[in-house]
C-alpha cells in the first residue's frame, strides 16, 4: 500500500494538523456550520489531538471537554455578533 508507507513519512503531530486543518469550520462555511453538533465536536477533537501530539494534555481536555458539551448538547453557538447591527 503506497498510501500507508507515505504516512509513515509524515510525523504524528503534522497528521493531527492535517487532520484539524480539514475539519476546522472555514469563514465562509461558519453560519452555515456554527450549530452542527458533529462539525463542531469534530474540530474540538481534531484540535485536542494536536495539543496532545504537542504533551499539552491540559489544552486536550479542555477541547476534548467543549466536543462531549456540542455532542450531549450542554453548549450551543453563541448569536453571531454582527447581525443585527445596523
Known amino acids: 500500500m503506497p498510501q500507508t508507507n507515505q504516512l509513515q513519512d509524515v510525523?504524528?503531530?503534522e497528521?493531527?494538523?492535517a487532520l484539524m486543518e480539514?475539519?476546522?469550520i472555514s469563514s465562509s462555511d461558519w453560519h452555515r456550520l456554527k450549530s452542527n453538533r458533529n462539525a463542531r465536536a469534530s474540530e474540538l477533537v481534531a484540535a485536542a489531538m494536536v495539543f496532545l501530539a504537542k504533551n499539552e494534555p491540559?489544552?486536550?481536555q479542555?477541547?476534548?471537554e467543549q466536543a462531549v458539551?456540542?455532542?450531549n448538547k450542554s453548549v450551543s453557538a453563541p448569536p453571531c455578533p454582527t447581525h443585527?447591527?445596523?
Open 11 to 13: 510525523s504524528t503531530l
Open 15 to 17: 497528521l493531527a494538523q
Open 22 to 24: 480539514r475539519l476546522t
Open 58 to 60: 491540559q489544552e486536550a
Open 62 to 64: 479542555a477541547r476534548l
Open 69 to 71: 458539551g456540542w455532542l
Open 84 to 86: 443585527g447591527k445596523h
